[in-house]
């Protein structure tokens, strides 16, 4: 076990093994021509104080760094966005929110934006930034590119008529972003009303829990059927509820690095749901004058 | 600069994309070839003593090159200034050559491309957006120049 004190690149963990992280590196891949992710002021809590100071943050990839003022030549430092939750949380006052580490041992830093629309683009930006939810989102659309290059075979000779989705949306739209948690108290439905879904989050009140959250477009049928869609609840797959106290650390949900083992988790749990739609939808529809024999969804 | 440690040091813990011992050189001059557990996970290449479970180190596989230098022996250079090449020697041809594949493969910037590729092909092709049911078709890390519909307001 060897022991530096406060070397460039080096870890500071006191008594501790310390791992050299290549500064020059990260500061390059920083500095380079490509463009940022995100920028903008940040308060950061101190991990022994409770004050916050004011920072520039840069998010690039899944790299988040900080600096006292833009433009600054020293960085202060960077986190590594893989492994973290990120959650709205009020505690410390108003636009607060935090980057939670899953792990034994592991930090939780405590962020504040100046306002509303700050703290909900810096949730969003931050949410989607791990490499692990970026692999995820291309092996699927991987896929999906393959189904549409398929069917665009096929659609060019055949006229489909009442339902227009396709199986990729709804077996694949179940998406949590991180792939750690299937625990069913880390997915939160919302209050029971549906909502129309759009790519953006609602708008919150003062008064409600700020959240982001990812939610699973409706079935989609053509306007011919009276039906109305299905509206799926939304989830908020990172916030937790705010009326009370925080999990004890026991009940974090448990973090397995395994994208793919969780990812069928997940999707056999709301896969079910939809396999329930289906079958009312199909003996609904059996009972119509005019019925043609047809699934609900199109599985190839 | 400081950095969360402990959490990269959790991180090298998980299961990795690949993992191998393998011979390392590093960039410096009298640098010579260690024995070294080599595990590739997200972007980052962690190393270890063979023996020990704490990470030496960790390199971000970023705004680098990866090059064949022999047979069995691969190289990643950093580009920035100063140019620092990694060598790392393999036990097979084969074994280099997954190694090279699976370190291109790992960089953020190369899957961000991929991901955008796709976007604009199925858009192509479906006349939709395939992010719009994530909630992300805004986010700006995964826009497009251009062939996409402007975003619903």
Redesign the interface.
Known sequence: MRLFENSPGHGCTPGGVVMKIHEKILTHYLSCTSPVDKEGYLYKKRERNTTYLRRWFVLKGNLLFYQERPGDRNLLGVIVLEGCLVQACETDGQFCFSLVFTGPGLRTYRLAADDHLSQESWIGALFCASHIYLSMIVRDLERRYEEAKKDKGLCDSIQTSAVTSSSNNIMASWNSGQPYFVHGTSIVPRDGRSYSTSSVPPPSTQNRPISYSLHAPPIQFKTTNKRSPKLWPKRNAHVIPLNGPAPSYGEWPVVNFDPLEEFSKLHEYYGNEIKQLRAEWLKKKRGEVGHVEEDLIDLG | ???????????SR??PERAAELGMRGPKKGDVVKRRLVKLI???LFYFRTDED???????L???RVEREDDQVFSIV???E?E?KYLFECDSQEQCVEWIDAVVKAS??F??K??IY??T??HR??GKD????????????FQVNSGLPP???
């Not at chain 2, 600069?1 to 991180?11: D, I, P, S, T, W």
């Not at chain 2, 395939?130 to 890390?141: A, H």
């Open positions: 600069m400081r950095f969360n440690e402990k959490e990269l040091v959790f991180l998980q299961p997200v972007n980052f704490e990470p030496i180190g960790a390199l971000l970023e705004q680098c950093f580009l920035d100063a620092r953020y910037e899957m961000r991929n991901l796709y976007r092909e199925i092709l479906t395939p992010l719009e049911q994530y909630g992300i078709s805004d986010e700006t890390r975003p619903p307001t």
